[in-house]
């Protein structure tokens, strides 16, 4: 079956740098597109990022969240996506979910993996 | 930005009950609305895409209808394990964006 496992979260000090990883199994991965969704703790879900199934099409949240900051990518011959995450604020803490795109909406969705900024 | 809003933020039902709720877009989005389900400590699920379509594994009792800025999610005979967190998404335009949440819970 479709699986999607994130990986690489954790505790990090405000300022610094932090990579996750969504490692696909399952599926064609380099026929789908991958989304970055997070939520805050108690908080609802927010779109992070999103790529194309080559990776040749990037798309972000709005400058305010992440735009600038983060990064994503994929490598199709490890199937694998990445979201880079830079100058990292308190206000990033939050569960991170990797998604396939099918059908228009994400599914299926890793089980997250927890991202702590804190001094 | 594309806002979502979802009404109501919560319900109380009983296990029987049909339960609607309802999501509106700020600017019309077609037919590109999704609905997920979210339990306490898990990973989101798709129940509804492009609107009214259900995805593969989803009970019959959820549906979902609407088209331009207003959307419905309907679940016909509320059962035990339904009680759980639904969210709308649009996926007409980047950034794609959600509703606020309707936490659904037992009366």
């Known amino acids: 079956q479709v699986q999607l496992v994130e990986s690489g979260g954790g505790v990090v000090q405000p300022g610094r740098s932090l990579r996750l990883s969504c490692a696909a199994s399952?599926?064609?991965?380099?026929?789908?597109?991958v989304h970055w969704v997070r939520q805050a703790p108690g908080k609802g879900l927010e779109w992070v990022a999103a790529?194309?199934?080559?990776?040749?099409?990037?798309?972000?949240a709005d400058a305010d969240s992440v735009k600038g900051r983060f990064t994503i990518s994929r490598d199709n011959s490890k199937n694998t996506a990445y979201l880079q995450m830079s100058n990292l604020r308190a206000e990033d803490t939050a569960v991170y979910y990797c998604?396939?795109?099918?059908?228009?909406?994400?599914?299926?969705w890793g089980q997250g993996t927890l991202v702590t900024v804190s001094s | 930005d594309i806002q979502m809003t979802q009404s109501p933020s919560s319900l109380s039902a009983s296990v029987g009950d049909r339960v609607t709720v309802t999501c509106r877009a700020s600017?019309?989005?077609?037919?590109?609305l999704n609905w997920y389900q979210q339990k306490p400590g898990k990973a989101p699920n798709l129940l509804i895409y492009?609107?009214?379509s259900l995805q593969s594994g989803v009970p019959s009792r959820f549906s979902g209808s609407g088209s331009g800025t207003d959307f419905t999610l309907t679940i016909s005979s509320l059962q035990p394990e339904d009680f759980a967190t639904y969210y709308c998404q649009q996926s007409y335009r980047t950034p794609w964006t959600f509703g606020q949440g309707t936490k659904v819970e037992i009366k």
């Open positions: 399952g599926l064609t991965f380099s026929r789908h597109a």
């Open positions: 492009a609107a009214s």
């Open positions: 790529i194309s199934n080559d990776g040749s099409n990037k798309y972000y």
């Open positions: 998604a396939r795109e099918v059908s228009g909406g994400c599914d299926p």
């Open positions: 600017q019309s989005i077609s037919s590109y």
